[in-house]
């Protein structure tokens, strides 16, 4: 296991895709994942979206192999155009980027401490973590989401 540090509490995951093509290393930021359980998220990840939130220091190697897919007003998916690997979300109007969990190095340093669009999750599963939960409307009243739905 190898985390990169840049300095004094600036804990660096290294991760990449399948093939290898795309590396990144990103901010630990405490090494938070949070799950989005609204459709559109669960249809890119094939189940629950299992990401690290991170607002900044993504660092990307092999950049000219990601593809962008534009998925709502807001938001823009990026992946591996090699192996097709899901990598981040990221917001357009800010710097905001959730790095998908299972492709970071270091997962043994990952905890699950939210769950996003809580009312929209499928009963076939539930998590045992005790985690913070917010709704579809929570989550459009907390970042002033203009009328968008992701059902």
């Not at 949070?34 to 220091?57: E, F, T």
């Not at 534009?70 to 990221?90: M, Q, Y």
Request: hydrophobic residues 35%; proline residues 2%; negative net charge.
């Amino acid at each position: 296991m190898s985390v990169n540090k840049s300095g004094p509490g600036d804990e660096r995951l290294s991760g990449n895709c399948l093939c290898g093509a795309i590396t990144f290393t990103v901010d630990a930021d405490g090494g938070t994942v949070g799950a989005c359980h609204c459709k559109m998220c669960r249809r890119w990840s094939g189940g629950v979206l299992l990401a690290l939130d991170s607002s900044n220091a993504l660092q990307i190697d092999g950049e000219e192999n990601l593809a962008i897919y534009k998925s709502s007003e807001w938001g823009e998916r990026c992946f591996c155009k090699i192996c097709g690997s899901n990598l981040f979300w990221r917001m357009q109007s800010s710097e905001h980027v959730s790095v998908m969990a299972g492709a970071i190095n270091e997962e043994d340093q990952l905890t699950l401490g939210s769950q996003i669009f809580v009312d929209r999750k499928p009963g076939y599963f539930e998590f045992a973590n005790e985690t913070s939960n917010l709704t579809e409307a929570d989550i459009y009243a907390k970042y002033a989401a203009p009328n968008q739905s992701t059902s």
